[in-house]
């Protein structure tokens, strides 16, 4: 049971660059979640989904698209890097209140 | 809007003393509160939480103390161990609507040995 994983790691890309950072949860959980942590603003909703061929914007959704096409994995896709989003990322599912995260991607844009 | 105000941003605490981290909320609609601890390199992982109807919580030495009526709720840490050093965040949330968590800042404690 390897919980909610994450790839890649890290990755650096350069501005204009596009990518796609992969979420997969062993756990059956319906809801998954992608967030961005900088540094004192804690963990931002970027999108989320209730389930499988479902998403939803979250709070700074702009820049970022996500599919759900598997209800065990759930794609997060940046179309054109800018700086800005240089950041951590955190994917996450739930089940009722507890909320299980994955390790982060660190992602810098130049 | 910030839906969740946690403070302090950081923490310095002696080893054994008392760690407080403080939270706010506006929507009284929030039904849940738990509390995350997130150690470097790791994804937040959940510590404790309380429902709106409970006014303290305790599993060992971290409990929470939730103030309805002042909608505030805080994290106490007792008898602070160099290994609580990590940052922690509070999070509300609606159950019955997508379970969307909204979270505080983050507090980053150092427990001094």
């Known amino acids: 049971n390897a919980g909610v994983t994450q790839t890649p790691k890290f990755r650096v890309l350069k501005t204009g660059q596009s990518m796609t950072l992969l979420c997969a949860q062993d756990m059956n959980h319906e809801y998954m979640y992608w967030y961005r942590q900088d540094p004192g603003m804690g963990l931002r909703l970027i999108h989320y989904?209730?389930?499988?061929?479902?998403?939803a914007k979250g709070e700074v959704p702009d820049g970022y698209n996500v599919s759900r096409l598997k209800k065990q994995n759930f794609l997060l896709g940046l179309e054109s890097a800018a700086p800005s989003q240089t950041s951590v990322y955190f994917c996450a599912s739930s089940y009722g209140h507890e909320q299980y995260f994955g390790p982060g991607t660190r992602l810098t844009v130049t | 809007q910030q839906q969740v105000k946690q403070s302090p941003q950081s923490l310095i605490v002696q080893k054994g003393g008392i760690s407080i981290i403080n939270c706010a909320y506006e929507n009284t609609a929030f039904d849940y509160f738990p509390w995350y601890q997130q150690f470097p390199g790791k994804g937040p992982a959940l510590l404790i939480a309380i429902r709106p109807d409970v006014s303290e919580k305790k599993e060992g030495r971290f409990t929470i103390s939730f103030n309805k009526s002042a909608k505030q709720f805080s994290l106490h840490i007792m008898d602070s161990q160099p290994g609580d050093s990590a940052t922690y965040f509070c999070a509300a949330l609606y159950l019955y609507n997508f379970n969307k968590f909204y979270f505080g800042s983050g507090t980053k404690l150092n427990v001094k040995p």
């Open positions: 989904s209730v389930g499988e061929g479902t998403t």
